[in-house]
């Protein structure tokens, strides 16, 4: 089993920035792929950006290209979340999740989730 814990949500005024965090613990052997997901009230849950873990091959959501960044720090087992210029619509609850590097980097398929981070962004 594979343990997430998310952290860095929080309440930022649109075009402000804010690093998400995501700490695993476990079978971490089995999250090499990390990444993060968002649901907003009413909507579907969205893929966000997921990366390998030797970082070498990456995937963003249109929505988010030019403005978010995932990134790793594999000896702490934790992968990160820049979020630049936010804006209204990117307010949701941030998932971080976790898989085995067999699955498509660009697949919303993971094995593993965290609880969830709340991120609002205000207009």
């Known amino acids: 089993q594979v343990q997430l814990v998310e952290s860095g949500g929080g309440l930022v005024q649109a075009g402000g920035s804010l690093r998400l965090s995501c700490t695993a613990s476990?079978?971490?052997?089995?999250?090499?792929?990390m990444g993060w997901l968002r649901q907003a009230p009413g909507k579907e849950r969205e893929f966000v950006a997921a990366?390998?873990?030797?970082?070498?091959?990456?995937f963003y959501a249109d929505s988010v290209k030019g403005r978010f960044t995932i990134s790793r720090d594999n000896t702490k087992n934790t992968v990160f979340l820049q979020m630049n210029d936010l804006k209204p619509e990117d307010t949701a609850v941030y998932y971080c999740a976790a898989s085995s590097a067999l699955i498509s980097i660009s697949s919303p398929t993971f094995e593993y989730w965290g609880q969830g981070t709340q991120v609002t962004v205000s207009s």
């Open positions: 476990g079978r971490t052997f089995s999250s090499a792929r």
């Open positions: 990366n390998r873990r030797n970082g070498d091959i990456t």
